[in-house]
Protein backbone atom coordinates (compact mmCIF):
# COMPACT_ATOMS: atom_id res chain seq x y z
CA UNK A 1 0.00 0.00 0.00
CA UNK A 2 1.96 3.49 -0.97
CA UNK A 3 1.51 6.31 1.18
CA UNK A 4 -1.44 7.50 -0.34
CA UNK A 5 -3.52 5.02 0.22
CA UNK A 6 -2.67 4.41 3.69
CA UNK A 7 -3.60 8.37 3.94
CA UNK A 8 -6.83 8.20 2.36
CA UNK A 9 -7.43 4.45 4.50
CA UNK A 10 -6.95 6.26 7.34
CA UNK A 11 -8.48 9.40 6.79
CA UNK A 12 -6.14 12.05 7.25
CA UNK A 13 -3.61 13.66 5.04
CA UNK A 14 0.02 14.71 5.74
CA UNK A 15 -0.69 17.96 6.52
CA UNK A 16 -2.28 17.10 9.59
CA UNK A 17 0.71 14.90 10.80
CA UNK A 18 3.04 17.41 10.31
CA UNK A 19 0.98 19.80 12.14
CA UNK A 20 0.56 17.42 14.60
CA UNK A 21 4.32 16.99 15.16
CA UNK A 22 4.46 21.19 15.45
CA UNK A 23 1.72 20.92 18.15
CA UNK A 24 -1.13 23.14 16.48
CA UNK A 25 -3.22 20.79 15.07
CA UNK A 26 -6.81 21.52 15.62
CA UNK A 27 -8.12 19.43 18.90
CA UNK A 28 -10.71 17.66 17.80
CA UNK A 29 -8.41 16.28 14.92
CA UNK A 30 -6.07 15.00 17.66
CA UNK A 31 -7.44 11.40 18.87
CA UNK A 32 -7.95 10.72 15.18
CA UNK A 33 -4.39 11.07 14.04
CA UNK A 34 -3.10 9.37 17.45
CA UNK A 35 -5.23 6.70 16.36
CA UNK A 36 -4.04 6.31 12.63
CA UNK A 37 -0.50 6.25 14.15
CA UNK A 38 -1.23 3.75 16.24
CA UNK A 39 -2.16 1.70 13.42
CA UNK A 40 -0.03 2.39 10.61
CA UNK A 41 3.41 1.78 11.67
CA UNK A 42 4.41 4.01 8.02
CA UNK A 43 2.44 7.06 9.34
CA UNK A 44 4.58 6.95 12.53
CA UNK A 45 7.97 6.61 10.51
CA UNK A 46 6.70 9.77 8.57
CA UNK A 47 5.67 11.73 11.96
CA UNK A 48 9.24 10.86 13.21
CA UNK A 49 11.09 12.09 10.37
CA UNK A 50 8.65 15.33 10.91
CA UNK A 51 10.21 15.85 14.53
CA UNK A 52 13.41 14.81 13.46
CA UNK A 53 13.83 17.86 11.23
CA UNK A 54 12.13 20.14 13.81
CA UNK A 55 14.41 18.73 16.87
CA UNK A 56 18.03 17.21 16.38
CA UNK A 57 18.79 18.54 13.28
CA UNK A 58 17.99 22.09 13.88
CA UNK A 59 20.00 21.86 17.07
CA UNK A 60 22.99 20.47 16.04
CA UNK A 61 23.52 23.85 14.68
CA UNK A 62 23.47 25.32 17.96
CA UNK A 63 26.98 23.99 18.94
CA UNK A 64 28.76 25.99 16.49
CA UNK A 65 26.86 29.50 17.37
CA UNK A 66 26.67 29.02 21.60
CA UNK A 67 30.61 27.74 21.20
CA UNK A 68 33.00 30.19 22.86
CA UNK A 69 35.71 32.17 19.88
CA UNK A 70 38.73 30.81 20.33
CA UNK A 71 41.28 32.87 22.38
CA UNK A 72 43.73 32.83 19.10
CA UNK A 73 40.75 34.83 17.24
CA UNK A 74 40.35 37.26 19.90
CA UNK A 75 43.72 38.71 20.07
CA UNK A 76 43.91 39.14 16.78
CA UNK A 77 40.49 41.46 16.98
CA UNK A 78 41.71 43.39 19.99
CA UNK A 79 42.55 46.73 19.14
CA UNK A 80 46.38 47.26 18.71
CA UNK A 81 48.15 49.97 18.85
CA UNK A 82 48.01 52.51 15.93
CA UNK A 83 50.28 55.18 14.66
CA UNK A 84 49.86 58.61 16.39
CA UNK A 85 49.15 60.46 12.97
CA UNK A 86 48.78 60.88 9.56
CA UNK A 87 52.41 61.19 8.66
CA UNK A 88 53.22 57.93 10.76
CA UNK A 89 51.61 55.66 7.79
CA UNK A 90 54.07 56.75 5.45
CA UNK A 91 56.80 55.04 7.68
CA UNK A 92 57.17 51.42 6.92
CA UNK A 93 58.34 50.75 10.65
CA UNK A 94 54.72 50.96 11.68
CA UNK A 95 53.18 49.01 8.76
CA UNK A 96 54.14 45.72 11.11
CA UNK A 97 51.39 47.06 13.76
CA UNK A 98 48.62 47.35 11.00
CA UNK A 99 48.12 44.03 10.66
CA UNK A 100 45.73 44.89 7.46
CA UNK A 101 45.21 41.08 6.24
CA UNK A 102 44.83 38.81 9.54
CA UNK A 103 41.62 40.76 11.31
CA UNK A 104 40.07 40.68 7.80
CA UNK A 105 39.79 37.41 7.42
CA UNK A 106 39.20 36.33 10.63
CA UNK A 107 35.70 38.16 9.94
CA UNK A 108 35.38 36.79 7.52
CA UNK A 109 35.58 33.10 8.96
CA UNK A 110 33.83 34.06 11.92
CA UNK A 111 30.76 35.45 9.65
CA UNK A 112 30.78 32.57 7.27
CA UNK A 113 30.24 29.97 9.97
CA UNK A 114 27.60 32.22 11.29
CA UNK A 115 25.81 32.86 8.15
CA UNK A 116 26.13 28.90 7.51
CA UNK A 117 24.68 27.81 11.08
CA UNK A 118 21.54 30.63 10.69
CA UNK A 119 20.93 29.41 6.71
CA UNK A 120 20.48 25.59 7.31
CA UNK A 121 18.81 26.56 10.85
CA UNK A 122 16.12 28.28 8.35
CA UNK A 123 16.57 25.62 5.64
CA UNK A 124 15.77 23.17 7.54
CA UNK A 125 12.66 24.99 8.90
CA UNK A 126 11.15 25.62 5.78
CA UNK A 127 11.45 29.01 5.75
CA UNK A 128 14.59 29.36 3.74
CA UNK A 129 12.69 27.84 0.50
CA UNK A 130 12.40 30.00 -3.18
CA UNK A 131 8.58 30.95 -3.57
CA UNK A 132 7.67 28.56 -6.54
CA UNK A 133 8.85 25.53 -4.18
CA UNK A 134 6.88 26.09 -0.80
CA UNK A 135 3.99 24.14 0.51
CA UNK A 136 4.09 20.52 0.71
CA UNK A 137 3.82 18.64 -2.30
CA UNK A 138 0.42 16.95 -3.15
CA UNK A 139 0.67 12.92 -3.15
CA UNK A 140 0.60 11.27 -7.48
CA UNK A 141 -3.08 10.65 -7.61
CA UNK A 142 -3.45 14.41 -6.32
CA UNK A 143 -0.91 15.96 -8.90
CA UNK A 144 -2.57 14.15 -12.29
CA UNK A 145 -6.00 15.38 -10.78
CA UNK A 146 -5.24 18.92 -10.20
CA UNK A 147 -3.49 18.80 -13.49
CA UNK A 148 -6.25 17.60 -15.76
CA UNK A 149 -9.79 18.02 -13.66
CA UNK A 150 -12.03 20.89 -14.65
CA UNK A 151 -13.79 23.15 -12.35
CA UNK A 152 -17.43 21.42 -12.18
CA UNK A 153 -15.69 17.88 -12.76
CA UNK A 154 -15.73 15.58 -10.10
CA UNK A 155 -12.54 12.38 -9.58
CA UNK A 156 -12.23 9.65 -7.35
CA UNK A 157 -8.25 9.70 -6.25
CA UNK A 158 -9.07 6.44 -3.90
CA UNK A 159 -11.73 4.79 -2.66
CA UNK A 160 -13.34 6.92 0.02
CA UNK A 161 -11.54 10.11 -1.41
CA UNK A 162 -13.49 12.31 -3.96
CA UNK A 163 -11.32 15.53 -5.19
CA UNK A 164 -13.17 18.10 -6.95
CA UNK A 165 -11.41 21.59 -8.28
CA UNK A 166 -13.42 25.10 -7.24
CA UNK A 167 -11.69 27.81 -9.16
CA UNK A 168 -8.42 28.23 -11.20
CA UNK A 169 -6.20 31.79 -11.18
CA UNK A 170 -2.69 33.56 -11.56
CA UNK A 171 -0.66 34.32 -8.87
CA UNK A 172 1.72 37.24 -7.89
CA UNK A 173 4.75 34.26 -7.60
CA UNK A 174 3.75 33.68 -11.53
CA UNK A 175 2.17 30.28 -10.33
CA UNK A 176 -0.78 29.09 -11.40
CA UNK A 177 -3.04 27.90 -8.33
CA UNK A 178 -6.24 26.10 -8.04
CA UNK A 179 -8.65 26.12 -4.96
CA UNK A 180 -10.40 22.47 -4.85
CA UNK A 181 -12.03 20.19 -2.25
CA UNK A 182 -11.30 16.44 -0.81
CA UNK A 183 -14.14 14.57 0.44
CA UNK A 184 -14.17 12.08 2.80
CA UNK A 185 -16.05 8.67 2.75
CA UNK A 186 -19.76 9.56 2.03
CA UNK A 187 -19.93 13.05 2.59
CA UNK A 188 -18.77 12.81 5.99
CA UNK A 189 -15.78 15.34 6.28
CA UNK A 190 -14.72 17.79 3.41
CA UNK A 191 -11.74 20.08 3.01
CA UNK A 192 -10.96 23.23 1.27
CA UNK A 193 -7.09 23.63 0.51
CA UNK A 194 -5.26 25.79 -2.26
CA UNK A 195 -2.43 24.23 -4.26
CA UNK A 196 0.12 26.16 -6.75
CA UNK A 197 2.35 24.90 -9.81
CA UNK A 198 5.80 25.58 -9.38
CA UNK A 199 7.71 25.76 -12.29
CA UNK A 200 9.01 21.91 -11.69
CA UNK A 201 5.42 21.29 -12.64
CA UNK A 202 4.89 19.89 -9.27
CA UNK A 203 1.36 21.22 -7.55
CA UNK A 204 2.03 22.15 -3.89
CA UNK A 205 -0.22 22.54 -1.14
CA UNK A 206 0.13 25.94 0.61
CA UNK A 207 -3.31 26.36 2.69
CA UNK A 208 -6.05 24.20 3.54
CA UNK A 209 -9.34 24.17 6.18
CA UNK A 210 -9.72 21.95 8.84
CA UNK A 211 -12.08 18.90 7.60
CA UNK A 212 -15.77 20.44 7.96
CA UNK A 213 -18.55 17.91 8.57
CA UNK A 214 -20.37 18.72 5.29
CA UNK A 215 -19.39 21.19 1.91
CA UNK A 216 -20.08 24.37 2.58
CA UNK A 217 -22.46 25.39 0.26
CA UNK A 218 -22.90 29.39 0.39
CA UNK A 219 -22.95 29.41 3.50
CA UNK A 220 -20.69 28.25 6.58
CA UNK A 221 -21.54 25.11 8.91
CA UNK A 222 -23.30 25.66 12.12
CA UNK A 223 -20.50 24.49 13.97
CA UNK A 224 -18.15 26.77 13.72
CA UNK A 225 -16.72 28.81 16.77
CA UNK A 226 -18.27 31.83 16.94
CA UNK A 227 -16.22 34.78 15.58
CA UNK A 228 -13.91 32.28 13.48
CA UNK A 229 -14.53 32.00 9.65
CA UNK A 230 -13.81 28.15 8.83
CA UNK A 231 -12.69 28.97 5.31
CA UNK A 232 -11.66 32.04 6.41
CA UNK A 233 -7.61 30.93 6.10
CA UNK A 234 -8.29 30.29 2.58
CA UNK A 235 -9.85 32.97 1.29
CA UNK A 236 -7.07 35.02 3.15
CA UNK A 237 -4.39 33.20 1.20
CA UNK A 238 -6.16 33.22 -2.10
CA UNK A 239 -6.66 37.09 -1.70
CA UNK A 240 -2.65 37.31 -0.97
CA UNK A 241 -1.78 35.58 -3.76
CA UNK A 242 -4.65 36.00 -6.55
CA UNK A 243 -3.32 38.77 -9.56
CA UNK A 244 -6.19 39.33 -12.17
CA UNK A 245 -10.13 37.71 -12.43
CA UNK A 246 -10.60 33.93 -12.00
CA UNK A 247 -10.11 31.80 -14.83
CA UNK A 248 -13.58 31.01 -16.89
CA UNK A 249 -14.57 27.98 -18.29
CA UNK A 250 -13.24 27.78 -21.61
CA UNK A 251 -9.77 29.90 -20.51
CA UNK A 252 -9.00 26.76 -17.90
CA UNK A 253 -9.71 24.13 -20.73
CA UNK A 254 -7.46 25.85 -22.74
CA UNK A 255 -4.50 26.56 -20.19
CA UNK A 256 -5.17 22.49 -19.01
CA UNK A 257 -5.12 21.31 -22.96
CA UNK A 258 -1.64 23.30 -23.15
CA UNK A 259 -0.21 21.38 -19.85
CA UNK A 260 -0.34 24.69 -17.60
CA UNK A 261 1.65 26.67 -20.03
CA UNK A 262 1.54 30.74 -20.66
CA UNK A 263 -0.33 33.46 -18.56
CA UNK A 264 -2.96 35.31 -18.69
Known amino acids: MTLEET ?9 EIMRYADGVLAPE ?17 LLESFLFTRGPLVDAFDVVLDAP ?9 QPRQQPAG ?4 LNPATWPQL ?12 AAVALLAWLMNYAVRYDFIPPDRQGVAAPSTLQQALDATPVGASVQLVEHLAFEPQLTFYS ?3 LWCREYGLTYGNNALWEGRLACR ?9 SETNPLPSKPDGRLPDWQPAGEDALGGLATA ?8 VLGVEAEAALIKNRWQGRP
Open 198 to 206: GTDGVWRVL
Open 172 to 174: RLK
Open 86 to 89: FFDW
Open 7 to 15: LAEARITEM
Open 29 to 45: RRPIVRAALATYPELMQ
Open 69 to 77: VPARILNVL
Open 99 to 110: RFRTPVFAVAGL
Open 238 to 245: RADLKVGD
